[in-house]
Each structure stands twice: as C-alpha cells, then as structure tokens.
C-alpha cells in the first residue's frame, strides 16, 4: 500500500470515529438534559395555569448511535382548588432526535455547519385525538422541525394540516398554518411568523351565516430587556374579512386590518405603542370608510411596571386558587400602590396620536395627550386633589368632518332604507345642521368651514373648553361626581348623606358652588329666568309650582315651566316646558309629524283642544350644571321661534 494512500485511509477512519464518537457523546448530552429541561417546563407551566395543572410527561426515550426516539404526553392535572371537569386522557407527541454535529436531516437543509440536533416532532395518533386525525385525513395536525445549535439558538417551522369538513349544514375550510422561527436561549430572543392562507365557515342551515377570513399573519421579534420583561415588535394583519347574515340583512367586508405593539426601553424607562388600522370597511354595500388609531405610553418606569405585573399576577393566581389570607392580600395591594407611585414619579404620558377615521369625504380625527405627575403625600389628599395634583397637563382636539357625516347618513339612508337620493341629501344636511348648532350651543365644538372643532387643555389648575376657563375645582369635582365619588372621608359623607339620612350641608354648597344643581329649585330657576331677562309669574300645578313666562317672540300663547316634584323627598327632579299655540287655522298632523321627523330635542303634538303643543324635558338626577340648564332654556326656546312660525304656515 502506496503511504499516501495509507494516510488518506488513515484520516478517513480516524474522521469516520471521530464522527461516531462526537454523535454518541452528543446523544448522551441530550439524554442527560432532557429531564432537566422538562421539569423546568413543567415549573412554568403550573404558573401559567393555576386553576389546574398542564404537565408534560416523557413516556418513552430509547437511544441509538446517531438518533434517539421519544414520546412525551401532555395532560391535565386536577388540583384542589381547580376546575372538577377537566377533559380526561393525554396528548401524545412524537419525537426523533438527530445527534450532531451533523444531523444528516440538518444537512439536506443546508445547515453544514456543525450542529447540536435536529428535532422532528408531530401529534402522534392516539384513541384520544382520533377525531381530530379524522378531519386531516390521517395527516398529524401538528408537525414541527428544528434545528438546533450547540450554541442554544434554535430555528424551526411548524405545520399545522388543513382542514375541510361538512357537518350538519356547515362548511369549514381551514388552509391550515405555516409558522417559522427562532429562539435563542441565551439572550431569549424570539423571532416568528405565522402565516393563515384562508379560513371559510359556510352555514346553510338555520340561520345562514358566513364567514371568511384570507390572507392572516402572525409575527414577533422580541428579546428579553434589562428589566425582565421582554421588548420589541409583535403584529397582526388580515388581507379580508367578511362576515355576512342575510335573515338579519347583515353583511360587512374589512379589508387590510392591522394590529401592532411596539415595546422599547431605555436605562430607566419602558415605552409602549400600540396601533391599529384598517382599510376600507362596507356595511350593507354602504363603503363606511378606514380608519387608524395609535396609542402611547412614555416614560414608565421600568423596575415598579416589572413589579407591579409580578405582583399582580401572583395576586390574580391566588385569587383564582381561592387565597383568603387577607394580610398577605393587603401587603400586595400595597406594594401595587407603592410602585404605582413609582411610575408616576417619572413623569409618565398617555397619547393617541391619532384617532382618525376617513371617507372620500373628509376625515375626522381625535388627538389627545396627557402628562402625570405623581402626587405628594396621596395619603392625606382627597380623590379630588389628588386628580388636580395627578395631571400635569392634558392636550386634546377634536376635528369633525361635516361633509364625512353626512355623507354617510346619505349613503345608509339609501342603501338600507331605500329613500330617495334627494330627500336623503335633505335629512342629513338638517341633521348635520343640528348637530353643528348643538354643538355650539353646548360649547363643546366651534364650526369652522367644513369641520366641527372642539379643543380642550388643562395645565396649572386650569381647564380650557374652547375659549371658556375652567378651574381645576370645578372640573374634577364634575367629574368624580359623575362617577360615583367625591371628597369626603367617611361612608355617608362619601353619599352626600348626613347620620338621618338627609343631604349633608357642605355636600349640598359644594354642588353649588361648582355651579351643579342636585335639583330643580324653584327660586334658583326663577331667578337664573330674570337673569336671561324673562318675565315670570309662579303658580301652582298638579306636581309642583310652576312658572309662566312671558311669549316674547315665541309666537305661543302660553310658555310656562313646570316642576315635578317628590312628594317624599320634596325634589322636583324634573322640569318641563311647554309653548302652546292657538292660531287662527289650527295647526295639521301633518306638519306636526314633519316636525318631530326633523326636529329630535323636543316634541310636538294636537292637544285635546286642537291646539299645537311642544315641549322640552330637562332632568337633574346625577346633577346638572346650571350653564348647560341655561344652554338647555335658551334652545328651546330658540327652537319655539321655528315652531311659532311653522304653526301658521299655510298647510301643503
């Protein structure tokens, strides 16, 4: 034998043994770690599910020379404190494993790098999971591949098989799903996508329906960030959804619908955004326009949002697990409380930036933006003071097309309920007209051209309502008064209430001094009529006094106020105004039900002497501001003048 032929040999056996070796000492490394990693598995897995127990079991593990075959179950665990009727039997998966350094599976992939695996895994068939392979035609619904590196960064793809079933009247075709990605154990960064060709729900029977969805992809690349909570992007975006029933006359088509989150930090600080959009939506065959929606938050502070989610969901699994140490519970909302402060203390923001919706038409959208402050000495502040400390500064716009709204009224007003083209043009342009004039009326938007326009800011403990201040005092308590609190200590002040049962003092002069009525008082509304220049005289009626006022330009020949009052509680919670209208020529149903067809804040009607009759109901439960009563007052009798002169309009 010739010696080069003899070394060449030589290398080729000693390769040869060192790949044997190195597979054999490679399967042995897995062997050794696979129970390590499963009961780290199983640890993560009880936190994830407290109400029973999800357990991963390794049923069979037989190492060869260059692979190793094993079979792992997965099933629920009942506990104590779970659910009684969990589903019975396991999940059995299936697994081959081909050592390294160079799996030949891994090879035929083009991976010729050395490498630790590579790892086939799919759903084996059981009695359990029959069924399910029924509707695959005997294809595991659940395949994956991976390819693992002695480093710990694993790539893989997933598959799960189509689906085409019909059942009682019923269709569902599901294309089945593609996912790839990786993981890298050492920084736990992950990467994947997943990919949904079309999933079709046809129902013919019963009630029809259908439903489809093309065109779905799932995806992430995130890492775990300093603070233990992992950072980057996460998507979902849908080509087309439509969903149609045609007993109920629905039918609506979304195109392009996206969802995304974005977490970022810094040394100190976690950021978050989320966003939404769609593209062009139609209901009923009326195109409805797209929209978006983008919300921030800046500046959380990254070790108390870190403490604030591992406190809380320890605090939610042992609620779950039916905990009733009440001073562990207490110990735990504090220090929610505590780091709730925290976050505060960095001056955090809250934006959306914007919310927008568009036609063909125009677009209106919603801006808004507010900075926090953390309050000193919270404990000793009422919830009123603490809001006015709380927020720094609010920024916030409103701009609404005009011509979008009414076209979309003109759009439904033709499509669904068949009307005229022209007399729906007629209807919304009315209505767009009110709705501006309201607004105005209510301060809470300015027409400008096209557009309705409201601007609202607050910073230094002062609001701005479009051009109309504020004061902090006011705002808030307006506010914690319409939901529920406000800023007394104990439980009846916390009602308003003193120890009899009757409206505390100071709640009562705190109401008022912030201009609220809890009721409708006769003096104070008499006296608000003689501000606005109304001549009134007082009577009394069947439910409380009432006031007559003068008809002024009115056109009616009575205009009165009349409050309905509590026998018990002695409130007048209600008040009623009435114009009355006796012309020459009575007035027609016909014309009084064109009336209320077109004017929606009050009604009209023929009273039994024939005579034309509108009125305004007004309600002060929960309170009402005495400037909106004002506003209130003033449109009706605003609307009165219109009503005056349609009374004595010749009949059509």
């Known amino acids: 034998m010739k010696k080069s032929v003899a070394i060449t040999l030589g290398v080729v056996i000693v390769g040869a043994g060192s790949w044997v070796g190195a597979s054999w000492y490679t399967g042995k490394r897995i062997e050794e770690s696979s129970q390590r990693h499963l009961a780290e598995a199983n640890e993560k897995l009880a936190k994830l599910t407290p109400l029973f127990g999800l357990r991963i079991d390794q049923l069979k593990y037989e190492r060869s020379l260059f692979s190793t075959q094993a079979r792992y179950g997965v099933s629920l665990v009942k506990n104590d404190k779970g659910l009684d009727d969990l589903p019975a039997g396991m999940v059995e998966f299936d697994a081959t494993v081909e050592h390294g350094p160079f799996p030949k599976s891994a090879l035929a992939r083009g991976a010729i790098a050395p490498k630790l695996a590579f790892v086939h895994a799919e759903l084996a068939k059981t009695d359990n999971v029959k069924p399910v392979f029924e509707l695959t035609k005997d294809v595991s619904p659940l395949v994956s591949d991976a390819i693992i590196s002695y480093g710990g960064v694993a790539s893989s793809t997933a598959k799960i098989a189509p689906v085409l079933v019909t059942h009682d009247g019923a269709t569902v075709n599901f294309s089945g799903m593609q ?179 568009k036609t063909a038409k125009g677009e209106s959208k919603l801006t808004f933006s507010l900075d926090l402050a953390n309050p000193a000495n919270a404990k000793e502040l009422t919830p009123q003071e603490i809001a006015v400390q709380a927020i720094k500064r609010i920024d916030a716009s409103l701009v609404i097309s005009k011509p979008m709204v009414q076209d979309l009224m003109v759009q439904y007003a033709i499509k669904t309920q068949g009307m005229a083209a022209d007399k729906a043009a007629a209807e919304a342009d009315e209505q767009v007209r009110q709705m501006a004039g309201m607004a105005e009326m209510l301060n809470v938007g ?207």
Do not use: H
């Not at 799932?218 to 080509?239: W, Y």
């Not at 974005?262 to 065959?285: C, F, R």
């Open 179 to 357: 996912i790839n990605g990786t993981f890298d154990r050492n920084t736990q960064a992950v990467t994947a996508q997943g990919v949904i060709d079309e999933l079709i729900v046809d129902a013919s029977k019963g009630r029809p329906s259908f439903f489809s969805m093309t065109g779905m992809t799932i995806g992430v690349d995130t890492r775990m960030g300093k603070f233990g909570i992992s950072m980057g992007d996460s998507d979902l975006k849908v080509k087309r959804i439509e969903l149609a029933r045609p007993e109920e006359k629905i039918k609506v088509a979304l195109d392009n619908f996206a969802y995304g989150v974005k977490l970022s930090e810094d040394d100190k600080s976690i950021n978050a955004q989320v966003s939404y959009q769609t593209g062009d939506i139609t209901a009923n065959d009326v195109p409805m326009g797209n929209g978006q929606a983008v919300i921030k938050l800046a500046k959380m502070d990254g070790q108390a949002v870190k403490q604030i989610s591992d406190t809380y969901n320890q605090l939610m699994r042992e609620l779950m697990l039916g905990a009733d140490d009440e001073g562990l519970k207490d110990e735990q909302f504090q220090v929610l409380l505590d780091n709730a402060g925290k976050v505060l203390a960095g001056n955090p923001s809250f934006s959306i930036e914007p919310l927008s919706w």
């Open 446 to 652: 300015k027409n400008d051209g096209d557009n309705i326009v409201g601007k609202f800011t607050f910073a230094d403990g002062m609001g701005d309502l479009n051009g109309q201040k504020i004061p902090a005092e006011e705002l808030f308590a307006s506010l914690l008064g319409a939901s529920g609190m406000d800023s007394m200590d104990d439980e009846d002040e916390l009602s308003g209430m003193d120890s009899e049962g009757e409206p505390a003092a100071d709640a009562t002069a705190a109401a008022a001094a912030v201009g609220v009525m809890e009721d409708f008082n006769l003096e104070s509304v008499a006296n608000m009529l003689d501000d606005m220049g109304y001549t009134v005289t007082q009577s009394d009626g069947d439910e409380g006094p009432v006031l007559v006022l003068s008809p002024g330009s009115t056109g009616a020949s009575d205009l009165r106020l009349e409050f309905l009052c509590n026998d018990f509680t002695e409130k007048c919670l209600d008040l009623v105004m009435t114009a009355t209208y006796s012309p020459k020529k009575p007035m027609t149903l016909k014309a009084i039900n064109a009336w209320n067809q077109e004017y929606r804040w009050t009604r009209a009607y023929l009273d039994d002497k024939n005579r034309a009759v509108l009125q305004m109901d007004m309600n002060a439960e929960g309170g009402l501001g005495k400037d909106n009563l004002q506003i209130l007052l003033n449109t009706f009798i605003s609307i009165a003048e219109d009503f005056g002169a349609a009374s004595k309009a010749p009949a059509k």
